[in-house]
């Protein structure tokens, strides 16, 4: 069984604060995908990464996919209180197996 | 709107009560998956349909849960004799084509509370 263990469980920042959460797994995985979940409702896809070293950036957020694909990083720049949420990662191998979700990192930016 | 739909949104029955959740997919996307989620923790899988297949299926879903995806369009999760075990956020997902790459779009959940 393929897992995804996210570090921290929880984090609570000032605003402005940058920070960085991890997504690790002993296994392989062809791609992996974060996503953002607010109390209540079904998590919002922030982004996919396929290749191995593979960095993307949504405005102030930054996604590293690590060069062995089994583990990913998810940093913020100058958070802000919008930021806050649930961040999920999940990793997906072949099409037609399920993807695979972490716990997630619950996310607290105090203005 | 062209997101995953999905209903209700909220259900509350008594214990031993049978439920059913309905998922609409977004139109041309031939995998859906359902996931249980709980309080401080990801999405569990459930089971996966690739059209109106039903390719997977996870240990969590026992023989209580039945899911079907007739046509291939719609599906709907039936929970029988329910738990308070049971209470959860329960989640739809769909995905196009087939590779490993697309994305998996979630909808906003059913919150079932067994009382």
């Known amino acids: 069984t393929q897992l995804l263990e996210q570090s921290p469980q929880f984090l609570s920042i000032q605003e402005g604060e940058n920070l960085t959460v991890y997504c690790n797994s002993s296994?392989?995985?062809?791609?992996l995908q974060w996503y953002r979940q607010e109390p209540g409702e079904g998590p919002v896809l922030l982004v996919t990464?396929?290749?191995?070293?593979e960095v993307k950036k949504l405005k102030r957020l930054t996604f590293q996919f690590g060069d062995a694909r089994k583990d990913s990083s998810l940093h913020i720049t100058a958070a802000q209180p919008g930021d806050t949420g649930l961040y999920l990662c999940?990793?997906?191998?072949?099409?037609?197996?399920?993807?695979?979700f972490g716990k997630g990192t619950r996310l607290s930016v105090i203005a | 709107d062209t997101g995953v739909s999905q209903d209700p949104r909220h259900k509350i029955t008594k214990r031993g009560q049978n439920v059913t959740f309905r998922c609409d997919p977004i139109?041309?996307?031939?995998?859906l998956y359902w996931y249980r989620q709980t309080l401080g923790q990801g999405p569990e899988f459930l089971t996966y349909?690739?059209?109106?297949?039903?390719?997977?299926k996870s240990r969590l879903l026992s023989d209580r849960f039945s899911a079907e995806r007739p046509k291939g369009s719609f599906s709907t999760l039936e929970i029988q004799r329910t738990e308070q075990g049971d209470s959860a956020m329960y989640l739809c997902?769909?995905?196009?084509?087939?590779?490993?790459?697309?994305?998996?779009?979630f909808g906003q959940g059913t919150r079932l509370t067994v009382v």
């Open positions: 990464v396929v290749t191995g070293g």
């Open positions: 296994s392989v995985f062809s791609s």
């Open positions: 997902a769909s995905r196009g084509g087939t590779g490993y790459a697309t994305e998996a779009f």
């Open positions: 349909f690739q059209n109106e297949a039903q390719l997977e």
């Open positions: 139109s041309e996307h031939n995998r």
């Open positions: 999940a990793g997906a191998n072949s099409g037609n197996t399920p993807l695979v």
